[in-house]
């Protein structure tokens, strides 16, 4: 303990007398720790946190199940669980919605949920004031009840006797019977929950609308409870085989991971994104610490003349690595700290799952912990190796002339070859990832984004759902808008392009044999349109007619399809003479109706209605032949959309008062939302791309800067012999980039397999992709020239006579 307290001292004192070197180290390792700390809170948030429950391993997701694809439940399936069971102690369903709420000047649109009576008690969530839902709320009447979240409390006025009031909720007067406590429901999107009731109509099993979360009985496992909801899904397919043939259950622990595989793989990438950049930190300082080293070879030579074992010198400079490395650690924390709050606030919504809490907690600081233990014993050990295996009687022979010719520096090359291989990788992600979104920016998404205005209009349910009714209200909501001055065009439809047409439905092509299994039935996306949707949007017709208004409930059933329906389902045949065959979506009812054949009458240019990345089936049909009652809006403007708003909004209310616009946004907003996501993985890619460069570059730099210093004697005879400026800086440029090709050649086995892990991530890129990796490198080397010129000039400009005289 004493030995390490004087090396504690005497290493504090050591490092005090050079601040400019000390700095520089600390200020290397908080960046690479704190990179670190922040992306793995956001990863351990995320994917490896228990869920912030009581008892959350006995939580489980509870999904139907058709061949591999996981779906939502219906109300007839849901109740048969939760009667037949034997391993939840209880199961509950939820469902989202929008929710009207009035306010002093307008209706307001807040996302909520319906759900089942103990949705609440199951999870253990606090309530600041009032109650959780009672069993008989959970009946129809009874059920005009809410439960708000703190955030939304706050923002209406956080009144503390607002239990046992009464708000209009579409139009409705509801009673406030809790407010929840503040924390994980206020991170949510819904901010309100009302009880979830089905009524006779909604009680099928071939309507799938609905989630469901359980928690299993003490000492029962998923693998058991999947058994046994294999045996409960059997039984209710033997009593409903018209609609649960081909329908099975599967059961999964509720974990925060509930994300798309390729942001789950992006997560992992960027942690190993910021390893690599802590590793890159490590060289960078054992590199400057080994040249500290190199010029601290007669001290350690007198030291160990004077009776100082190798050991104990390879303590001393271990202990000053260890120093820094705790040093830079706490420093680290702080960086993390502030980058963690940088992610967040820069983040797009909907990210991370709501139960990520993005804190600095105790597995993060022991995360940190370790992460500064290793870089200090990884940098910490290149000098202390070097310096302990040196000869102190050939040290003390050279005098100040230490670690002259290229042998002594291997080390130090070695490190830059790794560093640059490192930086080759990193940067060979960000070089995809940079390729990924132009090609993304590329895509033909198939309608014009300008001067375009979308919104939803969230009629409640209590409304009347009789055909005529919708198709009346839309008409007069249209019409109004249409009047609006600098309106070109509106239309009504479900879904939104970009986001999705609507529905999933299963169909059949008339005419060609019938599925025995109606669970084998191609599926495809199924939306309604008016007229003017078309128009509005500017989707191009490739083959045949758009709707008109002439084509109403009392007409032919008409449908047009897009390009990717007829390549998958169409092809050798004339799609303008196929009829196909969809079960009728009843507005207002959570069950299908009868079959109903389409007339396919058009064929559209496929519009991107999933994102970016891909095409899919879709089927459009006339709003006017089957009406939806929650519908959105599409409105072309001639002026900017954002300032038309509020005059839009005007002629909505003028049909309709208690209606607030939701979301309401220009379609070039709704494209940055899509893109967000690639957008925000774009930038942390670079970013950390950008401070691998810089830290190979300084690496170079450090070298060659200490390789010229080295070689003064060397280069000041070659110049007395004749070599001229112009050679001297050559040799100079040359060694460096022969280090940094040396680097490149090894790191290009990592970049090979960086790119195929971000293969899923990425969008038009090949598994080889010679233009980046081509790009990277030069850019590498470019670097690595940059950083060699100022030591070259400095080499470039030493006097011979002087530089020898001073030997």
């Known amino acids: 303990m004493s030995s390490l307290i004087r090396n504690l001292r005497y290493s504090a004192r050591t490092l005090w007398k050079n601040p400019g070197l000390t700095l520089t180290v600390l200020l290397t390792l908080a960046l690479g720790i704190g990179a670190n700390t922040a992306i793995f809170t956001v990863d351990y948030a995320t994917l490896l946190a228990p869920m912030p429950y009581p008892e959350p391993d006995q939580l489980v997701v509870v999904w139907s199940k058709i061949q591999t694809f996981h779906n939502g439940i219906s109300a007839g399936d849901f109740t048969d669980w939760k009667r037949e069971n034997s391993s939840f102690q209880d ?311 230490t670690g002259v010719g290229a042998g002594r520096h291997r080390l130090r090359q070695t490190l830059v070859i790794g560093e640059f291989a490192l930086a080759l990788a990193l940067l060979t992600g960000a070089g995809l990832a940079i390729h990924s979104f132009l090609n993304l920016l590329r895509v033909d998404l198939g309608l014009r984004t300008d001067h375009v205005l979308t919104f939803y209009l969230p009629v409640p349910d209590s409304r009347p759902k009789a055909p005529e009714k919708i198709i009346a209200y839309y008409k007069q909501i249209l019409s109004s808008v249409n009047a609006v001055p600098g309106v070109t065009s509106a239309s009504a439809m479900t879904g939104l392009p970009l986001f999705g047409a609507g529905f999933g439905m299963p169909f059949t092509i008339v005419g060609k044999p019938a599925f025995n299994d109606p669970s084998m039935r191609p599926n495809t996306a199924f939306g309604m349109v008016t007229p003017d949707f078309f128009k509005t949007f500017g989707v191009r017709m490739i083959n045949g007619r758009v709707f008109t208004d002439q084509d109403t409930a009392s007409s032919v059933k008409v449908a047009v399809v897009n390009e990717d329906f007829v390549k998958k389902y169409f092809k050798g045949v004339d799609p303008l003479q196929q009829r196909v065959s969809v079960e009728q979506l009843i507005p207002g009812v959570t069950k299908l109706g009868p079959p109903v054949e389409w007339q396919i009458v058009g064929v559209y240019h496929n519009v991107r209605s999933r994102g970016f ?50 979301q309401p946004r220009s379609m070039e907003e709704v494209r940055e939302l899509v893109l967000s996501n690639d957008r925000f993985t774009l930038v942390l890619f670079v970013s950390f791309a950008a401070v691998a460069l810089l830290l190979a570059a300084l690496g170079v730099y450090g070298v060659m800067s200490f390789s010229v210093a080295q070689r003064s004697h060397e280069i000041a005879l070659r110049m007395a012999l004749g070599a001229n400026r112009g050679r001297v800086v050559a040799l100079v440029v040359r060694e460096g980039l022969v280090l940094a090709s040396i680097g490149l050649t090894v790191g290009l086995v990592g970049a090979y397999f960086i790119g195929r892990g971000m293969q899923s991530t990425l969008y038009g890129i090949g598994k080889l992709d010679l233009s980046v990796f081509a790009s990277v490198a030069f850019l590498l080397l470019f670097a690595a020239v940059t950083a060699c010129l100022v030591p070259a000039r400095r080499a470039a400009s030493v006097e011979p006579m002087q530089a020898l005289r001073a030997e």
């Open 91 to 401: 199961i509950n369903a939820f469902t989202g919605g929008s929710f009207n709420i009035a306010s002093k000047d307008e209706p307001e649109n807040i996302d909520g949920r319906q759900v089942t009576v103990g949705f609440y008690k199951m999870f253990g969530r606090p309530f600041l004031l009032g109650r959780d839902f009672l069993p008989e709320e959970g009946v129809e009447g009874k059920d005009h009840v809410v439960i708000l979240t703190h955030k939304l409390w706050a923002h209406l006025g956080s009144d503390p006797k607002i239990i046992g009031q009464s708000m209009r909720i579409n139009g409705e007067p509801y009673t406030v019977v809790g407010v929840l406590s503040p924390g994980l429901d206020d991170r949510a999107q819904s901010q309100l929950a009302v009880p979830l009731v089905f009524k006779p109509e909604q009680l099928n099993h071939d309507f799938h609308w609905l989630l469901s979360i359980a928690r299993l009985k003490p000492g029962v496992t998923v693998q058991q409870a999947q058994a046994d909801m294999d045996s409960v899904a059997t039984h209710i397919a033997q009593a409903n085989p018209k609609s649960n043939k081909g329908w099975g259950v599967f059961v999964e622990p509720f974990k925060n991971d509930f994300l798309p595989s390729e942001r789950k793989q992006t997560l992992w990438l960027l942690l190993g994104a910021v390893a690599f950049i802590l590793l890159i930190a490590c060289v960078n300082v054992a590199n400057l610490l080994l040249a500290r080293g190199l010029a601290r070879q007669k001290e350690l030579a007198v030291r160990s003349a004077l009776g100082a074992s190798r050991r104990t010198i390879f303590e001393q400079l271990i202990t000053e690595g260890l120093l820094l490395a705790i040093t830079g650690g706490f420093l680290g924390s702080g960086v993390g700290y502030a980058m963690l709050q940088g992610l967040m606030a820069i983040m797009p919504r909907g990210t991370l799952p709501d139960e990520a809490d993005l804190h600095l907690n105790l597995p993060i600081l022991l995360f940190t912990l370790a992460a500064t233990t290793f870089a200090g014993l990884l940098f910490g050990s290149a000098p202390a190796w070097y310096a302990s295996r040196v000869d102190p009687g050939e040290s003390l022979k050279e005098g100040n002339r």
């Open 613 to 662: 990345r891909e095409d899919r089936p879709e089927m459009e049909i006339p709003f006017w032949q089957i009406p939806w009652s929650g519908a959105g809006i599409g409105v072309r403007t001639v002026n900017d959309p954002a300032t038309m708003v509020k005059s839009i909004a005007a002629a909505v209310h003028s049909v309709d008062p208690e209606i607030a616009l939701a």
